[in-house]
């Protein structure tokens, strides 16, 4: 089956984008490997339980798993995306590709070590000092993952003349990276809550990921109506 003849819907991304990544490159099966490896780590326990008290025990990390299960496919979706939108693998790609590939399997103790203890499936009983730093390192993290894929739409940008993007694939990639910038914002506001703050506020810092909601809404409706205009008014493909 060719590129033309795969429906976009099928493909994951938004109708009028023709995607240009529909095969399965050898960066897509590693990355997909090292995404797969990363979800295993998060796993409470990689034994099975011998009793119920044990089964009990391993149900404790269920939400825990849960939300860093939701963080990581969040992650996954995206990188999807992109490569279905723009097929590109060239040394730019690859170079930002390993650099999110290593935050992700980085971060994983660190995300499955706050989750479990917001949850009070483990205490650690770390000082606030230890707690400021864990908003830090846990708002690096999200900050440089996010940094990463608006690199990414910016380098499909650069490319928009070989890609032959039309007026509204080119929309949909400043979009991105405008997305992305927005997403990436929130967590380096973390950081520098938390580092400003004193000590025993600090962990106010982890507040500020509420407004994700209000602010990929407001994001979300503006890209559309900008998105329905250029639908409406019927612009050449190129």
Known sequence: MTDSEIHPRHTGIAPGFRPRGTGHTRIELFSDAVFAFALTLLVVSLEVPRT????????????AFAVCFAVLMQI????????????????????????????VLFYVYPLKFLWTNLLGVERAGFSFAEG?????????????VFLVFA?????????????????LER???????????LTAAVPVLSV???????????GLAGWIYL??????TWNGIRDGRGRRALEAAGLPAR
């Open 52 to 63: 119920f008290h044990d089964l009990m025990k391993s149900m404790e990390g269920f939400v």
């Open 76 to 103: 996954w979706f995206k990188h999807y995306g992109f490569f279905r939108r723009y097929g590109l693998q060239d040394m730019t790609i690859r170079v930002l590709n390993s650099v999110l590939l290593f935050i």
């Open 132 to 144: 400021r730093m864990l908003l830090v390192i846990y708002g690096l993290g999200g900050a440089a």
């Open 151 to 167: 690199l990414l739409y910016r380098h499909a940008w650069r490319l928009r003349e070989e890609l032959e993007l039309s007026a």
């Open 171 to 181: 929309y949909d990639t400043r979009a991105g990276i405008l997305e992305n910038l």
């Open 192 to 202: 520098l809550l938390a580092l400003a703050l004193p000590e025993h506020l600090a």
């Open 211 to 216: 407004a994700y909601g209000p602010l990929l």
